[in-house]
Every structure is written in structure tokens, then in C-alpha cells.
């Protein structure tokens, strides 16, 4: 699939279909109820839907005798929204680096506000590792570190207004690693307490990796877990010493915060770790480590296998993206 918006799986239902087999099925059609292989599976031509349309794509396998669709045990089963409208889309959050409203994705597929942020989210699952690997490793450097998101106190109504107590009451906590050259791996937390953090470490960073952190977090507990551990003291002016410094993950934090308020204005709380992962995936597979668009949409669209989100599971804290 190239990145061009002329392609034709951008546009036509048919080649868009025929991308996404050739895509999931590289070696023929594999049912979705057994898996049987090609060659018991064979292809239904003329049957109809209950208001009398053909059913385009449809196949049924001779061992189980079950009907399916290349969009059967993904994402975008029982979608009413064409398929190519689906890989247009896709296609847009993956290349815009600071991601895109479901108001210009309304406004550009030409389907409704609601329709656009629910697709939103539901590309944001295919985007989300389900079974993720530590990043770093042996001679490999993770910066940590932790940022607030929210709007400022004297943004928000009166009795919203928090007016006593610490800059960033009220916000939500993001702690983040960031793998220099490599991933970028994010979580929404309570505190960054060594209670909170230290798990996340454990189950997320390498520990043949060096860790580095400014003085702020609590993680003194976990300076034997890696090769290596070091911290740059920006309270004393210090921002840089050597290899020493958390500027990467301080840049990931920009594009992230930038985002957030140029592009989506406001995410809840609900569905932070849904914006947190689709700015890991695209942050993870950026061009600098030689993936590009094209590339990227395709990753995205293999994350789709496998997983269901309905409309009302994701409704309740509804962001208005």
C-alpha cells in the first residue's frame, strides 16, 4: 500500500478489500471459525443481505461449513463503514505525527462526528502491543520520566477550579520509557511512587539496560535491577553530564503535549492510555529508524487481528477529540 491519497484502496471498496486479503491471507483464504487453509475454503458468488445487496467477499469453509470475511475476527467486524474508508483513515492517524481529530477525520471521510471517534479509537487498539516484549537491552540506554496532562486552573470554570495545592492537582500522571533509538513505551499512573513505578520497570525495561532519570522520581529501590543507573539533577542547573541527560524522553513529552493541545484539545482520563499508545506506536516506528507512512499504516492495520471494541465499551468517559 503506498502512501499516495490517490490510491485506489483509498477509494474503492473492491481493491480495498482485495489489499486487506492480500494482506491477511497471503497464502489464500483461512476461515475464521476453524482455520482451515485455501484449499478448503472456497468462495460464495450471488448471495444476498436482507435488503437484498450482494455480499462482496464472503467465502465458506467446507470442514466447519462456516460463512466469514476478511474483516471476520478483527476490528472491523460487523463495521457498516466501507473498507477503504477504514485504511484512509488509518492511513491519516498513522502519518500525522501529532495525530488526528475525529472532527477532521469526519470532515475528510465524509462520515459522521460519532462514526469518526469511534474509528479513532478502534485504530487506536490496532495500534496497541498486546503482548509487549521489554525494551533496552545490553548496551542499550532507557530514559525515564514523568509529565502531567491537563488544562491549566485558569482555563477551567470557576467551580472546576482548583485553588489551593500544587500546580499540576488535578491533572493526569504520565510516566513514560523511552528507549534511545529505539521504543517508546507509556503508561498512565497515579504517582510515581517506587510502589507504582517499580513494577513497571520490572515488566517493561530490560534489565541489562542503563536507566536514566532526573532526581524527581522515588526510584533509588531499583539502582541494583539495572547494568546501569544514572540521574542528571536539574534542580542544580544540570541538564546534560556525558551520555547523561533525559532529553529523549523530554522530546517525546513535546510531541505528545503537542498534540494533545493543538490537535485533540482535551482527552479524558478514560481514554488516556488509548492516546498514550497511538503516540508510542507512531513515536516506536518513526522515520528516523526507517519506517515510513506506508510502512506504518501497514503495521497498524496487522494489530487489527484478534480484537473487538464495541461502541459502548469505549463510550463511557467520552473524549471530545
Same mark, same amino acid.
Given at each position: 500500500?503506498?502512501?499516495?491519497?490517490?490510491?485506489?484502496?483509498?477509494?474503492?471498496?473492491?481493491?480495498?478489500?482485495?489489499?486487506?486479503?492480500?494482506?491477511?491471507?497471503?497464502?489464500?483464504?483461512?476461515?475464521?471459525?476453524?482455520?482451515?487453509?485455501?484449499?478448503?475454503?472456497?468462495?460464495?458468488?450471488?448471495?444476498?443481505?436482507?435488503?437484498?445487496?450482494?455480499?462482496?467477499?464472503?467465502?465458506?469453509?467446507?470442514?466447519?461449513?462456516?460463512?466469514?470475511?476478511?474483516?471476520?475476527?478483527?476490528?472491523?467486524?460487523?463495521?457498516?463503514?466501507?473498507?477503504?474508508?477504514?485504511?484512509?483513515?488509518?492511513?491519516?492517524?498513522?502519518?500525522?505525527?501529532?495525530?488526528?481529530?475525529?472532527?477532521?477525520?469526519?470532515?475528510?471521510?465524509?462520515?459522521?462526528?460519532?462514526?469518526?471517534?469511534?474509528?479513532?479509537?478502534?485504530?487506536?487498539?490496532?495500534?496497541?502491543?498486546?503482548?509487549?516484549?521489554?525494551?533496552?537491552?545490553?548496551?542499550?540506554?532507557?530514559?525515564?520520566?514523568?509529565?502531567?496532562?491537563?488544562?491549566?486552573?485558569?482555563?477551567?470554570? *470557576?467551580?472546576?477550579?482548583?485553588?489551593?495545592?500544587?500546580?499540576?492537582?488535578?491533572?493526569?500522571?504520565?510516566?513514560?520509557?523511552?528507549?534511545?533509538?529505539?521504543?517508546? *513505551?507509556?503508561?498512565?499512573?497515579?504517582?510515581?511512587?517506587?510502589?507504582?513505578?517499580?513494577?513497571?520497570?520490572?515488566?517493561?525495561?530490560?534489565?541489562?539496560?542503563?536507566?536514566?532519570?532526573?532526581?524527581?522520581?522515588?526510584?533509588?529501590?531499583?539502582?541494583?535491577?539495572?547494568?546501569?543507573?544514572?540521574?542528571?539533577?536539574?534542580?542544580?542547573?544540570?541538564?546534560?553530564?556525558?551520555?547523561?541527560?533525559?532529553?529523549?524522553?523530554?522530546?517525546?513529552?513535546?510531541?505528545?503535549? *503537542?498534540?494533545?493541545?493543538?490537535?485533540?484539545?482535551?482527552?479524558?482520563?478514560?481514554?488516556?492510555?488509548?492516546?498514550?499508545?497511538?503516540?508510542?506506536?507512531?513515536?516506536?516506528? *518513526?522515520?528516523?529508524?526507517?519506517?515510513?507512512?506506508?510502512?506504518?499504516?501497514?503495521?497498524?492495520?496487522?494489530?487489527?487481528?484478534?480484537?473487538?471494541?464495541?461502541?459502548?465499551?469505549?463510550?463511557?468517559?467520552?473524549?471530545?477529540?
Amino acid at each position: 500500500m503506498t502512501a499516495d491519497l490517490t490510491n485506489p484502496v483509498f477509494q474503492d471498496e473492491a481493491k480495498a478489500r482485495e489489499w486487506l486479503e492480500a494482506s491477511r491471507w497471503p497464502n489464500g483464504p483461512v476461515c475464521a471459525h476453524c482455520k482451515a487453509t485455501a484449499e478448503r475454503v472456497h468462495r460464495l458468488v450471488g448471495v444476498k443481505d436482507k435488503k437484498g445487496r450482494e455480499r462482496q467477499g464472503l467465502y465458506q469453509c467446507n470442514e466447519c461449513h462456516g460463512q466469514f470475511t476478511v474483516m471476520m475476527g478483527t476490528l472491523y467486524e460487523r463495521s457498516h463503514i466501507p473498507l477503504h474508508k477504514w485504511l484512509l483513515a488509518t492511513h491519516l492517524m498513522t502519518s500525522s505525527k501529532k495525530g488526528m481529530s475525529a472532527h477532521q477525520l469526519h470532515r475528510m471521510l465524509g462520515v459522521t462526528y460519532k462514526t469518526a471517534w469511534f474509528m479513532g479509537h478502534r485504530i487506536r487498539e490496532g495500534m496497541t502491543d498486546t503482548n509487549p516484549s521489554p525494551i533496552g537491552g545490553s548496551g542499550k540506554i532507557i530514559e525515564a520520566d514523568e509529565s502531567f496532562v491537563g488544562g491549566k486552573e485558569g482555563n477551567k470554570h *470557576r467551580i472546576k477550579r482548583k485553588l489551593k495545592g500544587r500546580g499540576y492537582d488535578g491533572k493526569d500522571m504520565v510516566f513514560s520509557l523511552v528507549e534511545r533509538g529505539g521504543k517508546a *513505551r507509556s503508561f498512565h499512573v497515579q504517582s510515581v511512587s517506587v510502589k507504582e513505578l517499580r513494577p513497571i520497570l520490572m515488566a517493561h525495561a530490560h534489565p541489562g539496560s542503563a536507566l536514566m532519570t532526573d532526581e524527581g522520581h522515588g526510584l533509588s529501590m531499583v539502582d541494583k535491577e539495572f547494568a546501569r543507573r544514572e540521574m542528571v539533577r536539574h534542580s542544580k542547573g544540570e541538564y546534560v553530564r556525558g551520555d547523561i541527560h533525559t532529553n529523549t524522553v523530554e522530546g517525546f513529552f513535546s510531541i505528545f503535549k *503537542r498534540g494533545v493541545m493543538g490537535t485533540y484539545h482535551h482527552v479524558s482520563a478514560q481514554h488516556l492510555k488509548r492516546y498514550l499508545a497511538e503516540f508510542d506506536f507512531r513515536y516506536t516506528n *518513526r522515520a528516523s529508524v526507517g519506517v515510513n507512512d506506508a510502512m506504518r499504516a501497514e503495521k497498524a492495520l496487522k494489530g487489527i487481528e484478534g480484537k473487538r471494541l464495541t461502541y459502548r465499551r469505549i463510550n463511557e468517559g467520552r473524549s471530545h477529540s
